[in-house]
């Protein structure tokens, strides 16, 4: 769709008014209200210095080294494939969502869209396109607004909260049969590709599923998706929240990404070979996982709520096993057919960027692949049983991140370096906070 395509659209809608949506580094919509008239006719832009925020709102003290002193402006492009509806407003308002441009027209280093865009790139050098289909669990939960409260299920249908573990309970989801078929018809009114829904294990825990397609197209959904669940929500009196682990004695929640390789030409899986069996490519494409996942881990766990997922008891993954069909690895291979051969990565939680989590496991993929790295033996057990692995804490994970001199140059060193004091920032500020624990346990017994 061209811009004279995307204005003739906005007529025909009888759009008053666009909201220009930009993803920051957390995966929120940053970016601002624009008249349709206006949009038409005029270039937009937004400071940098969004794209380095944190997540408390606060910049880290190399913000002037990341972005300039001037904190100048950058150029938004909008995507007309992302031009979208917004269901939930009173009038008539559609959103876009737009690609950064640095003044001397190349796209942003620091926009996390970019970043997919760069390993899209590199994919394509090869001949080569990624198919994806993430899989984004949330919780709902009543509303909350004192943050020295627990969160807590939400009431139901029924009057009651949800008790007892509810895995793939079709009773427990038609609890909020209202806030369900609002969601699919919001979903609906926007393009969103989601299949299925059911109950996961935690209270009131959901997921929701993507059809498989296009990596770029995916992160979009993904992250309009998010924008579109806790809209719902509140139009029903309760949050929904896509912390990674919201609530101490409930199972955390991810962002599960199945991932495969097509030919650019012929649409064949480069997984597999013409006879079906599986083309070594694939084990190296693992082995890259494999090797990788450490420092990617900042990416795929970005807060510091994220590490409290990585515990033997909360279904999550905590070392770098795989397997087939073993949902206690971090990577799995689901069965299937050889055009869908393929690899699901368990490691990024519900909290992550969907550019930067898709971004950063085909990176690790690629660098797989290209340097032929072969993946160990297939986990057959309980991969819960072995020893944890993975980073447990922000800061390390950020050590190692800084480590990596391939990723770092797959992913954008400039990036990188940006991730990396934005989130160091985070994690101080976090820090700094005194816990409960620390009171209950500490202050008369140390």
Not at 179 to 208: K, N, P, R, W
Request: charged share 25%; net charge negative; proline share 6%.
């Amino acid at each position: 769709m061209s811009m004279e395509k995307i204005r003739d659209w906005l007529r025909e809608q009888r759009i008053t008014e666009v909201e220009c949506l930009v993803p920051d580094m957390t995966g929120n919509a940053r970016g601002k209200f624009i008249p349709a008239d206006k949009f038409i006719k005029e270039d937009s832009r937004l400071p940098e210095s969004i794209l380095v925020q944190t997540v408390t709102g606060d910049y880290t003290g190399i913000h002037s080294e990341l972005v300039g002193p001037m904190d100048g402006d950058m150029m938004l492009q909008p995507d007309p494939d992302t031009l979208r509806l917004v269901p939930w407003a009173e009038d008539p308002t559609a959103q876009i969502i737009h690609d950064c441009y640095t003044r001397e027209g190349e796209l942003h280093p620091l926009a996390t869209r970019s970043v997919l865009k760069r390993v899209l790139e590199l994919y394509q050098a090869e001949g080569w396109k990624p198919v994806v289909a993430p899989e984004v669990e949330f919780y709902l939960v009543q509303k909350n607004v004192d943050p020295d409260n627990e969160l807590e299920p939400p009431i139901g249908r029924s009057g009651r909260r949800e008790a007892g573990r509810q895995s793939y309970s079709i009773d427990a989801v038609n609890e909020f049969e209202p806030i369900v078929e609002e969601m699919y018809d919001f979903c609906e009114a926007q393009g969103l590709e989601v299949d299925t829904l059911i109950h996961e294990s935690g209270l009131a825990q959901m997921e929701i599923n993507f059809l498989h397609g296009e990596a770029l197209n995916l992160a979009d959904q993904a992250f309009v998706f998010k924008r579109t669940m806790r809209e719902t929500a509140l139009r029903h009196g309760i949050y929904a929240t896509f912390m990674a682990k919201p609530m101490e004695h409930e199972p955390g929640s991810a962002l599960h990404i199945h991932q495969s390789i097509v030919d650019s030409r012929t649409g064949k899986n480069i997984f597999s070979r013409d006879d079906g069996r599986e083309h070594e490519r694939f084990r190296h494409f693992i082995g890259g996982l494999q090797t990788y996942t450490p420092g990617a881990i900042a990416f795929f766990a970005p807060s510091v709520n994220s590490y409290r997922r990585f515990t033997p008891d909360v279904a999550a993954p905590i070392n770098l096993h795989w397997g087939f069909e073993n949902r206690t690895t971090g990577l799995r291979v689901p069965d299937s057919d050889a055009q869908a051969r393929r690899v699901e990565n368990r490691f990024p939680g519900a909290d992550a960027n969907p550019y930067l989590a898709i971004a950063v496991s085909l990176a690790c993929g690629y660098l797989g692949m290209k340097q032929n790295i072969e993946a160990s033996e297939p986990h057959d057990g309980d991969a819960f049983l072995e020893p944890i692995t993975v980073a447990r804490s922000l800061e390390e994970a950020l050590r190692l991140l800084e480590e990596d001199s391939d990723l770092k140059h797959v992913v954008g060193p400039q990036f990188v370096k940006a991730y990396c004091a934005v989130k160091r920032e985070e994690f101080e500020a976090f820090n700094k906070v005194i816990s409960s624990w620390e009171r209950e346990y500490l202050l008369l017994n140390v």
